[in-house]
């Protein structure tokens, strides 16, 4: 945790500024918190591993205990889940201090609980790339003069990483599950800062912290929807431009997997008190991605079409640029990662003139009918010049390959993603 996140953290539940409790076990790397415990005027709460954990759930008040008895590799164990199973933990221990370590394996040695696998596919599945759109548009533009963005249940910052240029000092990174924030930054979004916390409970972060606040693909499981909203408006209060976004929320009046408990659209409308938002059925923006553009933020959908979608985004801003068509932009010239071939493609032998043929395969049923929309964008079969893939893998862009990106065919992974 970096000295300057005191500047926005909070109490969730005094709102009183912290300060690290200097009498009890700290250590610290520069202006960096590693191990500490961190005090308001109600409450204690400790940073493990360099991530403030701001709730009090029965994993947090065990791994504070450890925290204060000195045992911080014990409080990280405690963290992680895995604290009643000694085997598994000194596995997950041995493979992070490991220099070989990748997203992959470390996500494997937690078990099969977290995230299902799918986050090999994340950067290239239907969700992500109009969330993705959404962010370079919405934050993008609020954020053009500067400040500071917030991914909230963020996960293991898929989508942080699509803010780590926009935002004037690092994205913070919110999530309830330590082990995701965790692998985000070391693995998704280095450099973004990570806060442990309940989105169930009030944000722990100062009124206008920031400028641009998210949320996507988890609002539904948030059972305090309005305090939730109320909440997000509060941490971009004060300045102009800004915006808060919900985006990939399902819908109540259609069916979906992973269904949460939704509201509908008139009913996420209700939620914004002091702002009114405007809604969007992600159909009409995937549409957007899929053509290459523009994403049309400037379209109004009739209640009767809004009702029909199974996802919705919800944006609210009072900058009118928001609301207007937003170009793609172009595919990247050279990767924030590495450039690799999406990995729902396996390799299905030479393709003839120094050239290699894949084959798109779906991981699962239950995946392909989650999204199987990536077939508007993946060909069933695709044909790579070997020199073409020998520049990628090498981080360039040749002549004519752009396509495979902008098409997802090739995509940009974070280094060490295991893929
Ligand atoms: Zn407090």
């Not at 701001?54 to 045992?71: C, I, P």
């Not at 604290?83 to 598994?88: E, L, S």
């Not at 909440?231 to 949460?260: E, F, K, Y």
């Not at 991605?289 to 933020?297: E, S």
């Amino acid at each position: 945790m970096h000295l300057s996140t005191f500047g926005v953290l909070r109490c969730p539940y005094c709102g009183g500024r912290l300060e690290l409790v200097t009498s009890s076990f700290h250590e610290k790397d520069g202006d960096e918190i590693r191990t500490g415990i961190l005090g308001c005027q109600c409450c204690i709460f400790p940073v493990i591993d360099g991530i403030p954990v701001m709730h009090l759930q029965e994993n947090a008040t065990t791994a504070r205990e450890l925290v204060e008895q000195k045992k911080p590799l014990e409080a990280r164990r405690a963290m992680f889940g895995l604290g009643a199973d000694p085997a598994a933990a000194e596995n997950v221990d041995t493979l992070i201090a490991s220099s070989d370590a990748t997203y992959r394996t470390i996500v494997e040695a937690f078990g099969e609980h977290l995230e299902g696998g799918y986050f090999l596919y994340r950067f290239a599945d239907p969700t992500f790339i109009v969330g993705h759109a959404l962010v370079r548009a919405v934050a993008g533009t609020v954020l053009r003069g500067g400040g500071r963005a917030v991914d909230i249940c963020g996960g293991s910052g898929h989508l942080t990483r699509s803010l780590m240029d926009l935002s004037t000092g690092s994205p913070v990174l919110a999530d309830l599950y330590f082990a995701k924030v965790w692998l985000a930054r070391r693995f998704t979004a280095p450099g973004c800062e990570p806060v442990c916390c309940d989105g169930n409970a009030p944000m722990p972060f100062a009124r206008g912290a920031f400028r641009f606040a998210m949320c996507s693909d988890a609002f539904m499981y948030i059972w305090t929807k309005r305090q939730f909203v109320l909440d997000m408006l509060r941490v971009i209060d004060g300045h102009v431009p800004s915006a808060a976004m919900i985006s990939h929320t399902h819908n109540q009046c259609t069916w979906t997997p992973s269904h949460g408990q939704p509201l509908t659209p008139d009913g996420y409308r209700n939620l914004f008190e002091t702002l009114e938002p405007r809604v969007f059925g992600e159909s009409g923006l995937f549409a957007d991605v899929v053509r290459g553009g523009p994403l049309d933020l400037s379209r109004r959908e009739g209640e009767e079409a809004l009702e029909a979608e199974q996802a919705l985004a919800i944006i609210a801003s009072t900058d009118p640029a928001v609301f207007t068509p937003h170009a793609l932009e172009p595919p990247p010239s050279k990767p924030s990662g590495q450039f690799h071939v999406n990995p729902l493609y396996v390799a299905d032998g030479a393709g003839g003139d120094g050239s290699a043929r894949f084959r798109l395969r779906f991981p699962s049923e239950d995946y392909e009918q989650e999204y199987g929309a990536c077939r508007q964008y993946l060909p069933d079969e695709v044909v790579i010049a070997r020199a073409d893939l020998e520049a990628l893998a090498a981080g360039r862009v040749p002549p004519g390959a752009s396509d495979l990106l902008r098409r997802r065919v090739v995509v940009d992974l974070p280094l060490r993603y295991g893929v």
